[in-house]
Every structure is written in structure tokens, then in C-alpha cells.
């Protein structure tokens, strides 16, 4: 049996191109879709991933309103820079990017933007409307892995999943997702707490892996013919490689790959796609601003 490789660049390439119309199509109405992305601090992965967003902004043709402040930045200054954006009409999509500083509290950023610029879909308003499946942004990292399924002809209706790892960014969401009527799943979810791992993804149909570890999944956990997604991006020393490291997911891919029936790879894998669902929920965000815009011209005056 060969083992499919899901080529995530490909299927974020087709993505940011459909993204890139939609713009198009916006721009001839008038409105110009824009996301800022706010850096605080100069944590060197954070400044890589927010340049690789700001790349797919200008390939999309999107405005570019990133802000990076320094270090020092108090809470307050931050809090009261969100207010103004989401203040802002330009403005259709706010992202902070994690990790702050330590002075700094996550939750109560994630809790001041605007649910309808909330386009990371951290809000408790997005992630409520997740759970009870009504429309709203969905985290990017666990729709993109559900668009790479899709893509790929694995079937979810009736299939066991093992999801490895319960953050709020990855794990959590991507359970409740795979559990809905559409996808009807029945899913596991892993963590820190579990015991004999292996016994349970020995079971799975697809495993997915995001617990930011690397090596979490070996082949001996995986059965014959599963489907395995690696959402791990972690860095492993490599003194052969320039920079000192190289990147790693959190599954043994090259023993995994003899087993599986379809794996995504570290790098470009679920990685791009990522980037490409960002870009998606902006230009949604930006087509709702406008829809409701042309709404309230056309209601009449009380």
C-alpha cells in the first residue's frame, strides 16, 4: 500500500487564489479588505510568522495595517489600541499575535476584539458558535486540516479519531468540529491526562497529532491503513542545517509513512494552510462589512 503525502502547499496555493478573486471582486464595490496584525515584542517565531501573513496580505492584494510595538508595551496601551481598531471601518480583521508578553493577560486581548474582526476565531462568541454549529470564523489551523481531509477523499462519517492535544487554538476545536453532523466523527480527545495512548490511537482511523512534542506519535501507535496529520511545528537542533535547527512535527513520519494511508508533512503540510484560512476569514469578514453596509444604506430612515 502507498502512502498518500498531502501536499498542503498546493491546497493553500488553490485557497489564497480563490481568496485573491474575492478581493478583486470587493475592491470593484469600494471596500478595500484590510487586517492588522498587532506584534508585541520581538520574539523571532513570532516575527516569521507575522512576515509570512503580511506576505499573503500583498500576494491577495489585501491592506496591510500591521502595527509591531515594543516590548514594553503596557496592557492598557494594547487594550485601548484593539478599541481603536475595531473602532476603525478600514479595518476588517484584527489579529494579535501569540505569545505576549508576560505582563501582558492573553485572555483578556482575546476577550476585547470584536467578534466580527475576530478572525483568528478565538473569540468565546466564534468559539460558541462553533460548538452549537452556527456560521461565524473558525479557528484556521483545525478548518485547514479539515479542507486537507476533504481534499485528500478521507472519509470522516463514522470514523475514529484520536486528536492529540486539547489547546484552544488546535485540539479542542478540532474535536468539537469532527463530532459535528457533517463530519460525524467519533472522536477522542488526548492529552497530558491520558492514559496508554498508544491503546487508543492503535484504534484510530485518523490520528491527529498536535501536542507540540516531537516524536509524541510512533509508528507502533498507529495501525495499518490509518490517516495521520501532523500539526506539529517544533525545532529540532540540526548542526548541519544553517540556522541550527530543522523543523519536525510531532509524529516519526519516514517510519509512519509505511503504515499510513495518507500523512501530511513537516514542513508543508497543515502549516500553510494556516496562513490560507487567515486570509479566507478576512475577506469573508470584509464581504460581511459590506453586506451590512449596503443593508443599513438601503433600510429605510426611521
Known sequence: MECKVIDGKAVAA??????????????????????????VG????????????????????????????????????????????????????????????????????????????????????????LLIGRKGFLPCTPHGVLILLERAGVQTNGARVAVIGRSNIVGKPMALLLSRKEYNSTVTLCHTGTKDLAAITREADIIIAAAGRPNTVTADMVKEGAVVIDVGVNRVPDA?????????????????????????????????????????????????FAAENAYAQKAPQA
Do not use: C, W
Not at 57 to 84: C, F, N, Q, Y
Not at 261 to 273: D, E, F, Q
Open 14 to 39: 488553490d485557497i489564497r487564489a480563490q481568496v485573491a478573486k474575492r478581493v478583486e471582486a470587493l475592491k470593484a464595490k469600494g471596500v478595500m479588505p484590510a487586517l492588522s496584525v498587532i506584534l
Open 42 to 129: 520581538d520574539n523571532p517565531a513570532s516575527v516569521s510568522y507575522v512576515t509570512g501573513k503580511q506576505k499573503a496580505l500583498a500576494e491577495a492584494g489585501m491592506v496591510d495595517k500591521s502595527i509591531h510595538l515594543p516590548e514594553s508595551t503596557s496592557e492598557r496601551e494594547l487594550l485601548d489600541l484593539i478599541a481603536k481598531l475595531n473602532a476603525d471601518p478600514s479595518v476588517h480583521g484584527i489579529l494579535v499575535q501569540l505569545p505576549l508578553p508576560k505582563h501582558i493577560n492573553e485572555e483578556k486581548v482575546t476577550l476585547a476584539i470584536d467578534p466580527k474582526k475576530d478572525v483568528d476565531g478565538f473569540h468565546p462568541v466564534n468559539m460558541g458558535n
Open 240 to 288: 548541519s542545517k544553517k540556522s541550527g535547527f530543522r523543523l519536525a512535527g510531532d509524529v516519526d513520519y519516514e517510519a509512519i509513512k509505511e503504515k499510513a494511508s495518507v500523512i501530511t508533512p513537516v514542513p508543508g503540510g497543515v502549516g500553510p494552510m494556516t496562513i490560507a484560512l487567515l486570509m479566507q476569514n478576512t475577506i469573508e469578514a470584509a464581504e460581511n
